[in-house]
């Protein structure tokens, strides 16, 4: 049914569906006012404003009911997933703002903060046009955000190859989408398995729509053979917009696969489902090998980030919505842990070798390195274990032997690169250096 | 019947919080506090509870959507194992103490004590894993920050870590194999035994288990990490990895491979037994070949591990109680061994058995310690030594008399290598000039110190009867 206009009527339980995107709106806008008019360096003090902005974004979120007008029902999703998303990526958008409290200016959260509204966007999308919106929304600020620092050549480096990967990336998602329309004659996602099934459309059609549209967001969660912008954005970028796109990107990405794929697509075709779990596999054994090569340390996490999305991705291949909470945790574990690491590096961290006796020098820093560092890779008493034995336990079940077999073995690699770094956190400065000369 | 338990599994824990977050601000009484804090969960197992800890059981659902049940029990196996993890604890803490950071030093050990102790009852075959893994970074931590005198501890400490990885990686697919495999969708080891050897890939499952089990123990060709690791490891932790963590793996051929695949045990016996024979041999000859004597006690007690490893495959009740008991024995006197030893290395600078000479007359004390425990391990009738391998070499001469002559042969090769060293180091002519460096004999702290040991080896050689009643008790349950 197309919205009419005897829909626009708003009332009092539409606002509040909207209310958290209207917050970020409104945060954003005062920020741009700020920065036009407070020029003053005391005035820079954006962090305050997004910070209120995103609580009260997660406030309005906790009462925000189900809208029954149609006009928004179209367009965003209300259900307990989206919900659940909505949260999560308010959290990161306070997370990151913690790492930034220093000398940013204004402009900078506005983009930050416009970065959240696109994610959160893609949590509650119940259209591809949203979901599309969504992820440009949040590439753009990314763009932007990475080639911030202007006097850095790294970083307009990172801004412009992270630009052009997107823009490809954005194309393949459009076409998709187009496609999808031309075989089913809909973009709404919850429409998408009803108008299968009446329709019976082309098969190529669905499927390459489809196809493409797991590209484009396989470009945004880096997955292997479009991954490779990812390390230099990252080592480009600053510390926290390294995170942001760590974290909001890659969630974003993976939320929007969950909702195409888990909750809404048909049960997928065996030559898709054949592609995917190849696609990880080669990601997770790609990443991992690289992983162990890296010397500087953004790189080292660019890698860690490729190989935990390659091993996410086989949850699309599951399919299921066990597959789902398995993700949801995962994609939880997977940031608070990244997030730790960033917290502890600072711009003058650039290289593996800089992280030496830190343990000596500053060890509650250390410690909580040690203890990210262990959760992602996957050791035991830590949640990182628990959240990728979940994964594990549900790709058995559902047949994907050869997978768990070979992703243990590629996490053999992944240790090692980690407890390195680990290791050199506690190796004393003095003593070695003259060791690795000779 | 669950309290007790509980306290010794938190126990450990606490202390190591404890120590992680008080002991950095303590001036002084650091160790005196660990060693208290170490003899804790001995006290607690050996409290007379109300029903006995023997029998405690905690079941709680852990999480509930992985199917992950936090299941532990204390048999008369754990109780054994239990008893020698919080016997050996309180001196590892006692000897060592590290010039700075005592703090996270104790801690570690606690963490790991507290690993032991969820290892050696977890009932959860997923539990049993995450202990099983995790008892690996304390470890690794200690020695990267802790490790020896000697260089490079980075590496060996990675090369160690990545070996008992790469041991047991396989270890989720295999917990996950047998979980698809039973009906009821458990990880319960008890209730697994019943589907285990119905699987259709039992064979690699159990292989998955051993493999990693042989890596830990070590058995014979996957010893590649032991010298170096001891050696480059600090005194304190090179006993917890010879007493306790291999006796980990020989509990995990006891709790997971012979109750789950009984039958597939009885076809790879041969195979096991016949590396863990060419393992005594291996040992005892890479022993007597070292220059260096804490290396010298490395391999000898890779080989005494062995040893119980052949007693343990020899699938024969009484050789089987003998190694068990030798388990113990095993750890006490390896433990002593390696105290010992790190007293010398502390006392003349370096661990080269040639170096030094005529150590006795300038060192008498120490000598004469030594003597006792060397006496101990080549099992000089009275000590608990000579029981178990006795027991062990009575029970297989009525099956493999050959493995028994051999094994009998390799005793002797233990009382060559280990009277050669106490010859070259302690009797001879002095050097003059290098032994008037060495410090000062045995003070009367280390004396009380490794005064229990020793009696504890005669205690088990005079009156075993306590011990191997516990040790029948389990052979009982488990034939």
């Known amino acids: ?438 | 019947m669950m309290l007790p338990l509980l306290f010794l599994f938190l126990c450990p824990f606490c202390a190591a919080f404890f120590s992680w977050m008080i002991f950095p601000y303590l001036k002084r009484g650091v160790q005196v506090s660990a060693f208290f804090l170490s003899v804790l969960p001995l006290g607690i197992l050996f409290f007379p509870w109300e029903g006995g800890m023997i029998g405690g059981e905690i079941n709680k659902s852990l999480f509930p959507t992985y199917h992950i049940a936090f299941h532990l029990k204390v048999d008369s196996l754990a109780f054994l194992f239990l008893f020698l993890t919080t016997v050996i604890t309180p001196f590892v803490v006692g000897i060592s103490k590290p010039s700075s950071l005592c703090g996270v030093y104790y801690g570690f050990i606690f963490f790991l004590e507290g690993l032991l102790i969820g290892f050696f009852t977890a009932s959860d075959l997923i539990l049993f894993v995450v202990f099983w893994e995790a008892m690996l970074f304390p470890i690794y931590f200690l020695m990267i920050i802790f490790g020896g005198t000697q260089g490079d501890s980075h590496k060996v400490a990675l090369r160690f870590l990545m070996y008992m990885i790469c041991g047991s990686v396989l270890l989720i697919a295999a917990a996950l194999s047998l979980y698809m495999t039973s009906s009821q969708r458990t990880f319960d080891v008890n209730l697994l035994a019943k589907y285990a050897e119905y699987s259709p890939y039992a064979i690699w499952i159990c292989a998955i288990f051993l493999l990693s089990f042989a890596v830990k123990t070590p058995l014979f060709p996957f010893h590649g990490w032991l010298a170096e690791t001891y050696t480059q490891a600090s005194t304190g932790t090179t006993i917890l990895l010879s007493a306790l963590l291999s006796k980990a793996g020989v509990f995990g051929f006891l709790r997971i491979a012979y109750p789950l695949f009984p039958s597939l045990m009885k076809e790879f016996a041969p195979v096991l037994m016949g590396l863990a024979l060419v393992g005594v041999i291996w040992g005892l000859m890479n022993a007597w070949m070292q220059p260096d004597f804490k290396r010298l006690v490395s391999y000898l007690s890779f080989s005494g591990v062995n040893f119980i490893c052949v007693g343990l495959f020899s699938e024969n009740i009484l050789a089987c109680e003998g190694a068990l008991l030798q388990v113990f024995n095993h750890g006490i006197t390896l433990t002593a061994l390696f105290i010992v030893m790190g007293w010398l290395e502390k006392r003349v600078g370096n661990s080269v058995i040639e170096y030094y000479s005529g150590l006795s007359q300038k060192l008498p004390r120490l000598c004469y310690v030594t003597w006792v425990f060397v006496l101990a391990t080549v099992a000089l009738p009275g000590t608990g030594n000579f029981i178990g391998e006795f027991l062990i070499l009575c029970g297989l001469f009525s099956t493999y008399k050959v493995v028994s002559v051999i094994l009998g042969g390799c005793i002797l090769m233990t009382v060559i290598t280990l009277f050669q060293m106490m010859q070259k180091l302690y009797w001879g002519p002095p050097i003059p000039k290098k032994t008037s460096a060495c410090q000062r004999d045995l003070q009367w702290k280390e004396m009380i110190l490794i005064f229990p040991l020793g009696i504890a080896v005669f205690v088990i050689g005079l009156y075993p009867q306590p011990i191997l009643n516990v040790i029948l008790s389990i052979c009982g349950a488990n034939s």
């Open chain 1, 1 to 438: 049914m197309k919205p009419t206009f005897s829909h626009l009527n708003f009332n009092g339980t539409d606002i509040w569906t909207m209310s958290p995107f209207l917050t970020l709106m409104v945060g954003i806008l005062v920020l741009i006012l700020c920065a036009a008019f407070c020029r003053k360096e005391s005035f820079q003090r954006g962090w305050i404003i997004s910070f209120i902005t995103l609580g009260i974004a997660l406030g309005t979120l906790f009462v925000a009911s189900e809208s029954q007008n149609l006009c928004l029902n179209h367009w965003l999703r209300c259900d307990s997933y989206a919900h659940v998303f909505s949260y999560f990526i308010l959290c990161i958008g306070i997370s990151v703002i913690v790492l930034t409290i220093s000398d940013f200016t204004n402009e900078f959260y506005a983009f930050l903060l416009a970065g959240v509204f696109g994610l959160l966007l893609v949590a509650q999308a119940a259209d591809f046009l949203t979901l599309f919106l969504g992820i440009e929304t949040l590439s753009l600020s990314s763009y932007i955000l990475c080639a911030y620092l202007k006097e850095n050549r790294l970083a307009m480096e990172s801004g412009i190859k992270y630009f052009l990967t997107g823009s490809v990336a954005a194309a393949f998602f459009l076409y998709g989408v187009a496609l999808i329309y031309g075989a089913t004659g809909t973009t709404q996602l919850s429409a998408l398995r009803v108008n299968i099934e009446s329709h019976s459309p082309n098969f190529y059609l669905l499927w390459g729509g489809l196809a493409f549209i797991s590209v484009g967001l396989c470009f945004k969660a880096a997955i292997f053979p479009f991954h490779f912008y990812a390390s230099d954005v990252y080592e480009g970028a600053s510390n926290p917009v390294a995170a942001f796109i760590t974290l909001g990107a890659k969630a974003g990405a993976f939320m929007a696969l969950a909702e195409v794929f888990i909750l809404f697509a048909p049960s997928p075709h065996p030559l898709f489902i054949q592609g995917i779990v190849f696609l990880s596999l080669i990601t997770l054994i790609y990443a991992n090998g690289v992983m162990i090569q890296q010397t500087r340390i953004r790189r080292f996490i660019a890698y860690s980030g490729i190989s935990h999305a390659g091993f996410m991705l086989i949850l699309i291949a599951v399919g299921t919505l066990e597959a789902l909470s398995a993700l949801e945790s995962y994609v939880i574990m997977y940031a608070s842990a990244t997030w730790g690491v960033f917290a502890c590096l600072n711009r003058h961290i650039n290289d593996i070798a800089d992280l030496q006796g830190l343990f000596y020098k500053y060890p509650l820093r250390a410690n909580v390195l040690t203890v990210c560092l262990l959760t992602l890779a996957g050791i035991p008493p830590t949640w990182g274990f628990f959240a990728k034995f979940y994964i594990f336990k549900v790709a058995f079940e559902s047949g994907f032997t050869l997978w768990v077999i070979v992703s243990l073995l590629t996490t053999l690699f992944s240790l090692f690169a980690y407890m390195r770094l680990i290791s050199m956190l506690f190796t004393q400065k003095q003593k070695n250096i003259t060791q690795e000369i000779g």
